[in-house]
């Protein structure tokens, strides 16, 4: 990793440490280290990704997985952290970054659980564990899907993350709901017949179209992300309907990485880099992930290949915040 996070100082009455938390849409980590980077505490909690609308669901959970992380990490009640970042799903426009790091710090001073405040896109604080200050490129496919870029000269560039109505193709989102989509079609006979239906039914507790349509409407996103890898199971098994809709979602992740590379050979005067390294973060291209295999020849095609190093969005919050 190139780049150093030079610790500072706690101040007399904040505790010699500092606080990573990576909010994504179906859970959230978060990390204690100390001044020298060395790891305190670790702890999971629910889903802190930012929702219009459902901003106080984000701030409740991070509230409840900071008190514990705290305390796994020793920390004696009443002496907040120095610093905390936040790297939360749901921020991509820098609007609402600055409202919710304006509610989060609010929320942590009056609670006595940190002194400064930062909050980052959860793509960020990634691309951070793994790359530093140095250049890199990073792509999610999660819940949601993003990817960055920093190139060798320094500047940062963004594909997607645009959120569930305008973008997230080949999230867990799109795809369980693109699985819901072939459902309803099949039900009505419009589509074939696939075996997806019975996962989507069984998951909705319903196989009257009316209904799943309006269970479909009040779902969580994570919920409807979990149908990615039983769409991929079904894919494996022969359905070709669901073979499809994996194929497509790959396809519309490797989308997101193109034109970065295209931007970092371009930033190199037109020389073309020698298998670029990018970090795979997410529940559906990290390792074991159902659409990595279909995934990496895409990559590869394109000159790439996945990091030795798995992301850890948390470590990576709580690295940004020991310069703070």
Known sequence: MSGVDEPRAATPDSAPVVIGVDGGGTGSRAVVLDAGGRELGREVGSAAIVIPGSETASMEAIRDLVRRVLRAAG??????????????????????????????S??????????????????EVALHD????????????????????????????????????????????????GAARAVLRSLDGRGPPTTLTDHVTRAFGTREPAELVDRLRTAAKGQVAALAPQVE????????????????????????VAPLIRAWHADLGGETASQL?????????????????????????????PT??????????????LPI
């Open 130 to 177: 793994v790359f530093g200050t140095g250049p890199g490129i990073l792509l999610v496919g999660g819940t949601g899907s993003i990817a960055l870029a920093r190139l060798p000269s320094g500047r940062s560039l963004r594909t997607g993350g645009w959120g569930a109505l305008a973008g997230d193709e080949g999230s867990g989102w799109s795809l369980g709901l």
């Open 75 to 104: 920390v004696p009640e009443g002496r907040p952290a120095r610093a905390l970042v936040a790297g939360l799903a749901g921020v991509g426009r820098e609007a609402d970054r600055l409202r919710i790091e304006t509610m989060l």
């Open 277 to 305: 390294e990018v970090a795979l973060l997410g529940g559906l291209v990290a390792r074991g992930g159902p659409l990595r295999s279909r995934l990496l020849p895409r990559l590869e095609a394109m000159g790439a290949v």
């Open 308 to 321: 030795p190093q798995c992301p850890d969005p948390a470590r990576g919050a709580a690295r940004l915040a």
């Open 106 to 123: 609010t929320s942590m001073a009056s609670l006595g659980l940190a002194r400064s405040v930062l909050v980052r896109n959860d793509a």
């Open 233 to 256: 199971a079904a894919a494996r098994a022969g359905d070709e309907v669901a073979a499809g809709l994996a194929d497509r979602a790959a396809a519309a992740l490797a989308d997101h």
